[in-house]
């Protein structure tokens, strides 16, 4: 479980549902200076998602990156977005360039934020996240494709 | 299976939205946890970034979400009964990488001689399973048990096989042979 930690101001989680995937998102931090944390969780153990550095129509259209963007709003991203796990590469009979994949289960992306001008640093964070999940052992999950999300802050 | 528009902006909203082999709920809620320093999952490692987005893809690799389905089906199905072949629907959609896994093998020389003798072959896009759905359904919804998904029709147009039990849709863990051989099975 991704949002445990110490005690203090809870921070307001936004969970998103679908295509068998559980997005959890968060702003940790707190001033003009965050942290959006996003778990992008399959339901299906045996499930992996693909890496970020995936194009974002995938191979040959095949296959979709795990992605958090921010998008406007008073938010804006400082730096790369991070991901908690290491990316492996998969071939499969067809493509003529491998997938990025990231190991079976839950893998977290970070981006850091900077609010734009003097606060109060309480506006949402407005977001996209794009994922695909894929069974090893089973099938592939269609993709959700930069479904927005706004993230409060407390 | 339906799969509504994903245009959630507020919480709390839910939908019914399907994924590629079952169905699935989307919702968006709001709650509260104990602010976090790190995550807690999967042991961190060395922290990837994110390269250079590419450029989106083409419109369509495989399957023609512009295409007439329930046409080229009528058009197969009276050319099959003109030369005694059969016809093989297949339904699927360019984001399923088992899809592509199929069209190579049927376009390997093994794949390609098989379907010259057997079958007119036609593509069914199915989207994000809201495309085609009737047709689907029509053929025994042989897409529930997820893409890609093969219905065998003889030139009367009845059902003459089907991998409505999920057969192909891990064609990406099957070999060239084994994916050749189901259909083999249908040929006439």
Not at chain 1, 12 to 17: G, K, S
Not at chain 1, 47 to 52: D, E, F, N, P
């Amino acid at each position: 479980m991704l949002f445990v930690g110490c005690a203090g101001h809870p921070a307001a989680v936004t969970t998103f549902d679908d295509a068998h995937v559980v997005v959890r998102v968060l702003v940790e931090g707190t001033g003009p200076d965050r942290t959006v944390v996003a778990e992008f969780d399959p339901t299906d153990p045996t499930a992996h998602l693909y890496g970020m550095e995936l194009p974002d129509g995938g191979i040959d259209g095949s296959g979709r990156p795990t992605r958090l963007a921010v998008v406007g709003g008073d938010w804006q991203a400082v730096g790369p977005v991070t991901a908690s796990v290491a990316s492996h590469e998969i071939e499969l009979a067809g493509f003529d360039r491998p997938f990025a994949v990231y190991p079976d289960g839950p893998v977290i992306l970070r981006q850091a934020i900077h609010e734009i001008g003097d606060g109060p640093h309480d506006d949402p964070v407005d977001v996209t996240v794009t994922f695909m999940a894929c069974s090893s052992k089973g099938v592939c999950f269609a993709p959700v494709e930069q479904q927005a999300l706004s993230v409060p802050i407390r | 299976m339906g799969n509504l528009p994903r245009a959630i902006a507020a919480l709390a909203v839910i939908a019914v939205v399907s994924a590629c082999s079952a169905h699935a709920g989307v919702a968006v809620t709001e709650t509260t946890a104990p602010m976090t320093a790190g995550p807690t999952t999967a042991a961190a490692t060395e922290p990837a970034t994110a390269a250079p987005t590419d450029p989106p893809t083409a419109s369509f690799e495989l399957y023609d979400p512009t295409a007439d389905a329930a046409a080229e089906i009528d058009a197969a199905v009276a050319a099959a009964r003109a030369d005694g072949k059969r016809v093989l629907v297949d339904f699927g959609a360019d984001w399923c990488p088992d899809c592509h896994v199929l069209a190579t093998y049927l376009e390997g020389e093994q794949g390609s001689a098989l379907v010259d003798a057997s079958f007119h072959v036609v593509k069914v896009d199915v989207g994000i399973f809201d495309r085609n759905l009737d047709i689907s359904k029509a053929l025994g919804d042989p897409i529930v048990n997820g893409i890609p998904a093969v219905v065998i029709l003889d030139g009367a147009g009845t059902i003459v096989g089907s991998t409505g039990d999920g057969g192909l849709a891990n064609a990406r863990s099957m070999s060239e042979t084994d994916v050749l051989a189901v259909l083999k099975g249908w040929a006439p």
